[in-house]
């Protein structure tokens, strides 16, 4: 018997385009910018996919500006994704992991209404072992009316997105972006090559009883982050919790996305400041988590709130179902979260 396609073949293109329709008089400049994002994550999948065959794992040798190794993916997408939002004009600076400085696209003319800054690849140091890793990016409109775009206008608080998402790299690939108009998933399929809807409108569960962070790190935590994690592993009603931490942020986001969860990375002794970057991976995740009914915070204020001061300004983080985050803040708002040590 031959398999029925679904009735539901929406792809991405069309759905972006659809969410044009939202806002009369749009220019179709965010339309297509999106686009090519998407266009990109296909060009990224299929090279993560044939990695282990055409001599692209491992390092490349350098160190990029965290003083993390490059991987040889890292390098490859971010040229990817460099080349495919540069082409068009939408774009006047981009923003990075890989680059020390925000890039300037638009050779100063002043052209580009939006500001783009993505993290390539995350999780890229798990590729090796055919781990899940992710595109993260979030992309503002510029501050400045004319000339060349500076730092400025990619230094703005995730309340002012326009629009994030991120695109897992798994057992398949999936794009997963909001607008503003909700949290909408795209799974790629290979044999047509076009990412079709397959979770419309996500919304995270309020409370949760499943966790991920990497306990591993607790002789590093502060007392009131210790204490957190007592409490996530009792529940929400005292019956117990479920541990899940694959070690990919973007894979750990999209599990609690789909079914419950909430995610840690806090500030150890190690790295008072926390380690996940702001711009590119915390303000764009909660962006998506807020659309969905979530929440995020650094622990003591909105992720969405936070005015950055640099391109790869540092936070803690915690993000997921709402009530479960609510509840963190409150507990270490009670805590002493003075790192031992510090």
């Known amino acids: 018997m031959t398999q029925q396609p679904s009735h539901n073949l929406i792809t991405v293109e069309s759905h972006i385009l659809d969410m044009q329709g939202?806002?009369?008089?749009?220019?179709?400049?965010?339309?297509?910018?999106?686009?090519?994002?998407?266009?990109?994550?296909?060009?990224?999948?299929?090279?993560?996919?044939?990695?282990?065959?055409?001599?692209?794992?491992?390092?490349?040798?350098?160190?990029?500006?965290?003083?993390?190794?490059?991987?040889?993916?890292?390098?490859?997408?971010?040229?990817?994704?460099?080349?495919?939002?540069?082409?068009?004009?939408?774009?006047?600076?981009?923003?990075?992991?890989?680059?020390e400085s925000a890039v300037d696209v638009d050779f100063g003319t002043g052209s580009g209404k939006y500001v783009v800054l993505f993290d390539p690849l995350d999780g890229s140091s798990n590729i090796d072992a055919n781990v899940s890793i992710g595109t993260i990016f979030g992309i503002y409109r510029r501050r400045s009316r004319n000339g060349a775009a500076t730092l400025g206008d990619a230094l703005q608080p995730g309340s002012s997105l326009v629009a994030a998402?991120?695109?897992?790299?798994?057992?398949?690939?999936?794009?997963?972006?909001?607008?503003?108009?909700?949290?909408?998933?795209f799974t790629l399929d290979p044999g047509i090559g076009e990412f079709l809807l397959s979770h419309e409108n996500v919304r995270i569960p309020f409370e949760t009883a499943t966790y991920s962070v990497n306990e591993g790190n607790e002789p590093l935590w502060t007392k009131g982050v210790q204490a957190v994690v007592r409490e996530l592993k009792r529940g929400p009603k005292g019956e117990g919790s479920t541990a899940r931490y694959i070690g990919s942020l973007v894979a750990d986001f999209h599990r609690n996305l789909l079914y419950g969860g909430v995610f840690l990375y806090p500030p150890s002794i190690k790295a008072a400041k926390g380690k996940l970057r702001l711009l590119y991976e915390a303000a764009p995740l909660a962006f998506l988590a807020e659309h969905a009914g979530g929440y995020a915070s650094d622990g003591h204020r909105p992720i969405l709130e936070i005015l950055?001061?640099?391109?790869?300004?540092?936070?803690?983080?915690?993000?997921?179902?709402?009530?479960?985050?609510?509840?963190?803040?409150?507990?270490?708002?009670?805590?002493?979260?003075?790192?031992?040590g510090l």
């Open 22 to 99: 939202l806002h009369p008089g749009a220019s179709g400049d965010f339309t297509s910018l999106l686009n090519d994002i998407a266009f990109a994550a296909k060009i990224i999948s299929r090279e993560v996919s044939r990695a282990g065959l055409v001599d692209i794992l491992g390092a490349t040798g350098d160190s990029n500006v965290q003083g993390e190794q490059v991987q040889k993916l890292d390098d490859y997408a971010n040229a990817t994704l460099k080349r495919c939002l540069g082409r068009r004009g939408q774009v006047c600076l981009l923003g990075s992991e890989e680059e």
């Open 165 to 185: 998402g991120y695109v897992v790299y798994g057992s398949s690939t999936m794009f997963v972006y909001t607008a503003g108009h909700g949290v909408h998933g």
């Open 308 to 340: 950055p001061t640099d391109l790869h300004e540092r936070t803690p983080l915690y993000i997921g179902s709402r009530g479960t985050v609510l509840r963190i803040e409150k507990l270490l708002s009670e805590a002493d979260d003075a790192p031992d």
